[in-house]
Nanobody
Framework: QVQLVESGGGLVQAGGSLRLSCAAS????????MGWYRQAPGKQRELVAL???????NYVDSVKGRFTISRDNAKNTVYLQMNSLKREDTAVYYC???????????WGQGTQVTVSS
């Protein structure tokens, strides 16, 4: 079973930057679609960004131009570079992994991002 471990969250002032990392165990990382989701208090979990095995990316409109998702298959790691952070970006951020051959989605434990004004 794949394990995902996120890191890089923390407290940052509005306008600042953070870089989240998610390290995956196992051997299927390179063929997997990786995602970053977030869940703010009292809200549903939402997709922030996806990157396919081929490197195609997709972002929720609210982060376009500010966040960048990338992957390093040699390190089994996906990143989320977050710039120009806003208070509304405050949430727990989760990493996800899924493959085309399975409906199962693996999740990390989450990392808290708090943006102060």
């Amino acid at each position: 079973q794949v394990q995902l471990v996120e890191s890089g969250g923390g407290l940052v002032q509005a306008g600042g930057s953070l870089r989240l990392s998610c390290a995956a165990s196992g051997s299927i990382f390179s063929i997997s679609t990786m995602g970053w989701y977030r869940q703010a208090p009292g809200k549903q979990r939402e997709l922030v960004a996806l990157i396919t095995s081929g490197g195609s990316t997709n972002y929720v409109d609210s982060v376009k131009g500010r966040f960048t998702i990338s992957r390093d298959n040699a390190k089994n790691t996906v990143y989320l570079q977050m710039n120009s952070l806003k208070r509304e970006d405050t949430a727990v951020y989760y990493c996800s992994l899924n493959t085309a051959s399975s409906p199962y989605v693996s999740w990390g434990q989450g990392t808290q991002v708090t943006v102060s004004s």
